[in-house]
């Protein structure tokens, strides 16, 4: 199965989970909640984080306005 592109996956996250990966930029673990969240949106969660290309664009081109 391929992975989705946090481009995608991101709009279907929802706003509780978006404020707190914002918060915690480049966060080591994810709490539950979070990560259940981008699991149940289409991301992939690898090793309790995000890659490094998914908190790029988390903190370079996510909208503050959702």
Same mark, same amino acid.
């Given at each position: 199965? /391929?992975? +989705?592109?946090?481009?995608?996956?991101?709009?279907?996250?929802?706003? /509780? /989970?978006?404020?707190? &990966?914002?918060?915690?930029?480049? @966060?080591?673990?994810? $709490?539950? $909640?979070? &990560? /259940?969240? +981008?699991? @149940?949106?289409?991301?992939? +969660?690898?090793?309790?984080?995000?890659?490094?290309?998914?908190?790029? !664009?988390?903190?370079?081109?996510?909208? !503050?306005?959702?």
């Amino acid at each position: 199965m /391929a992975k +989705v592109e946090i481009h995608l996956w991101w709009l279907e996250l929802d706003l /509780a /989970a978006k404020e707190w &990966l914002r918060e915690n930029l480049e @966060a080591e673990t994810l $709490p539950e $909640p979070v &990560l /259940a969240a +981008v699991v @149940a949106s289409g991301g992939d +969660v690898v090793n309790g984080t995000l890659t490094v290309r998914e908190w790029n !664009f988390i903190e370079t081109q996510s909208e !503050f306005v959702d």
